[in-house]
């Protein structure tokens, strides 16, 4: 099965249980993705990770993350959009869902649902599915509608999950503002004191929060991004090591190889080669 719709503006919605075999959307660069196992298990391989995504489980992907089926051993649902169809940046108010559903570090959110949410997702889809099939001028905005109600509910379970509760509500909304100012600005900015000035929060209060919500310090979140994004470049682009110091910031080709070093106790060129041999 696979649904699609196509707006005049180069938005893309996608619902398909093939997205292996679906060539054209893989290559469709700009993606962001759902991957909802529905039976049995999947195993993939998430920025040279490899991961077994079982029964009910969900993660999310952004475009940045290179993704790559290995294995299916079940059935799978697999939600795609673009920025075109649906930014979650811009309508960050309506789905709480940037910097945290999505961000552009190697971590992903995954959850498990149980069998009331299953049921709450499986409404969502099936009524997408359904809206697929119409067409009349309403059949973008019903299917943007479903979208949304669709993010809004996994962040809902995420949430949930991170135990989010009320009382930590405004020091999880601070996490989601960094996480996103990092995806911003880490090329140019490595120091906490940046974010936390544009944050309008001293550093230490930072630390505190995330410390409070169970997540790495402010500044191992800015070195994992750009340990994320080397690595990227290392493994799927031809570009050199000087060449990818200077894409992400660094002063020369040395203090690169140095934080590289530091990140993966490896240097840029043992992890491309010992990776190359290893696929």
């Given at each position: 099965?696979?649904?699609?719709?196509?707006?005049k503006?180069?938005g893309?919605?996608?619902?398909?249980?093939?997205y292996?075999t679906?060539?054209t959307?893989?290559?469709?660069?700009?993606?962001?993705k759902?991957?909802?196992?529905?039976?049995?298990?999947?195993?993939?391989?998430?920025?040279?990770q490899?991961?077994?995504?079982?029964?009910?489980?969900?993660?999310?992907?952004?475009?940045?993350q290179?993704l790559?089926?290995?294995?299916?051993?079940?059935?799978?649902?697999?939600l795609?959009?673009?920025?075109n169809?649906?930014?979650?940046?811009?309508?960050?108010?309506?789905?709480?869902?940037?910097?945290?559903?999505?961000?552009g570090?190697?971590?992903?959110?995954?959850f498990?649902l149980?069998?009331?949410?299953?049921?709450?997702?499986?409404?969502?889809?099936?009524?997408?599915?359904?809206?697929?099939?119409?067409?009349?001028?309403?059949q973008?905005?019903?299917?943007r509608?479903?979208?949304?109600?669709?993010?809004?509910?996994?962040?809902r379970i995420?949430?949930?999950?991170?135990?989010?509760?009320?009382?930590?509500?405004?020091?999880?909304e601070?996490?989601?503002?960094?996480y996103?100012?990092?995806?911003?600005?880490y090329r140019?900015?490595?120091?906490?004191?940046?974010?936390?000035d544009?944050?309008?929060?001293?550093?230490?209060t930072?630390?505190?929060?995330?410390s409070?919500?169970?997540?790495p310090s402010?500044l191992?979140v800015?070195?994992?991004?750009?340990?994320?994004?080397?690595?990227?470049?290392?493994?799927?682009?031809?570009?050199?090591a000087?060449?990818?110091?200077?894409?992400?910031?660094?002063?020369?080709q040395?203090?690169?190889?140095?934080?590289?070093?530091?990140?993966t106790?490896q240097?840029?060129?043992q992890f491309?080669?010992?990776?190359?041999?290893?696929?």
């Amino acid at each position: 099965m696979l649904q699609q719709y196509h707006t005049k503006l180069k938005g893309t919605l996608a619902l398909t249980d093939s997205y292996l075999t679906e060539n054209t959307l893989q290559k469709e660069k700009g993606l962001y993705k759902f991957i909802w196992v529905r039976k049995g298990s999947i195993t993939v391989v998430i920025d040279h990770q490899k991961i077994l995504i079982s029964e009910n489980d969900v993660i999310s992907l952004t475009h940045l993350q290179h993704l790559e089926f290995k294995s299916i051993d079940g059935e799978y649902l697999t939600l795609l959009f673009n920025s075109n169809f649906y930014c979650i940046y811009g309508n960050d108010h309506e789905v709480s869902c940037s910097g945290f559903l999505f961000n552009g570090s190697s971590h992903l959110i995954r959850f498990t649902l149980n069998d009331k949410e299953r049921q709450q997702l499986n409404d969502i889809t099936n009524a997408m599915e359904s809206e697929f099939t119409v067409s009349d001028d309403l059949q973008e905005e019903m299917l943007r509608i479903l979208l949304k109600r669709f993010i809004i509910q996994c962040t809902r379970i995420a949430r949930q999950r991170l135990d989010i509760t009320r009382e930590k509500e405004s020091s999880f909304e601070v996490v989601r503002q960094y996480y996103n100012l990092v995806d911003e600005h880490y090329r140019t900015k490595k120091q906490v004191q940046d974010y936390a000035d544009m944050l309008h929060k001293s550093p230490k209060t930072l630390s505190n929060i995330f410390s409070t919500c169970k997540l790495p310090s402010p500044l191992r979140v800015i070195h994992e991004r750009v340990e994320a994004e080397a690595k990227r470049l290392l493994l799927y682009s031809s570009k050199s090591a000087k060449e990818i110091a200077d894409i992400l910031g660094f002063e020369d080709q040395a203090s690169f190889s140095r934080f590289f070093k530091n990140m993966t106790g490896q240097s840029a060129v043992q992890f491309r080669n010992e990776t190359e041999r290893n696929n």
